[in-house]
C-alpha cells in the first residue's frame, strides 16, 4: 500500500495529492519478491485475482479506483471509478468492492482511532468481470455498523466486514 517506514501524516498528505504510494508485489520461490510493473497507485489496497489467473483486479483507495490488470500484457483493461475503493470478493460472476463514501478529511474527522465504531458511509459495487462496469450499487449510511471494508455474497445475503468496528452485518439481496 505504502512505504511503512512513511510517517502516518506524511502517507494522508501523499494521499491527499492523489499521488502513488505502492504497487502490488509478486512472489515466487526462484525470484522471491518482484514488483508487478503498472500496478503502481495511490494505497492500493484491496485485490483478487481472476479464476483462470491471468488478471488481478486492484482497489486503490486514495483515488477510489478499482482496475482489472492483465498480467499477460501488462496494461489495465478496465476501471471503475467511486467511493474509496477499499476490499475485493469475487462471487457469482463478479467482482464485489466495499468502497467507503466520504473523504479523507471526514474519515480523519469521523474515526478517531479510540472509537469501537465509524459510522460513516459506505457502499458496495458489484461490478462485471470483464470491464468492471457498475452492474449494482448499494449505499449504506448506519448508526448501527461501522463502514464496511469487504462484501462477500452467500446465497441471496451479502455479508460486510467493518473496517473500523466491532461487528458483522448483512442485507438480503432480495430486499434492495
Known amino acids: 500500500m505504502y512505504n511503512g517506514k512513511m510517517p502516518f501524516e506524511a502517507l494522508i498528505q501523499v494521499g491527499l495529492t492523489g499521488a502513488n504510494t505502492g504497487q502490488v508485489w509478486q512472489w ?9 510493473t503498472g500496478t503502481e497507485g495511490s494505497f492500493p489496497n484491496g485485490i ?13 483507495w486514495f483515488s477510489g479506483l478499482t482496475t482489472k490488470f492483465d498480467l499477460g500484457t501488462g496494461a489495465v483493461v478496465g476501471s471503475h471509478q467511486g467511493g474509496r475503493a477499499d476490499n475485493l470478493t469475487m462471487a457469482n460472476g ?8 466520504m473523504s479523507v478529511a471526514e474519515y480523519l474527522e469521523g474515526c478517531p482511532v479510540e472509537a ?17 462496469r457498475e452492474q449494482r450499487v448499494w449505499r ?5 455498523f461501522g463502514f464496511g471494508t469487504v462484501a462477500t455474497p452467500v446465497g441471496e445475503h451479502v455479508w460486510l466486514g467493518s473496517a473500523h468496528g466491532d461487528r458483522i452485518a448483512r442485507f438480503d439481496l432480495k430486499d434492495r
Open 28 to 36: 515466487s520461490l526462484p525470484d522471491g519478491f518482484r514488483q508487478v
Open 140 to 144: 449504506f449510511d448506519s448508526q448501527a
Open 48 to 60: 483478487v485475482l481472476s479464476a483462470d489467473a491471468s488478471a488481478l483486479y486492484i482497489n486503490y
Open 94 to 101: 463478479s467482482v464485489w468492492a466495499a468502497k467507503h463514501d
Open 116 to 132: 469501537a465504531n465509524c459510522f460513516l458511509p459506505f457502499s458496495v459495487h458489484r461490478l462485471d468481470l470483464d470491464d468492471l
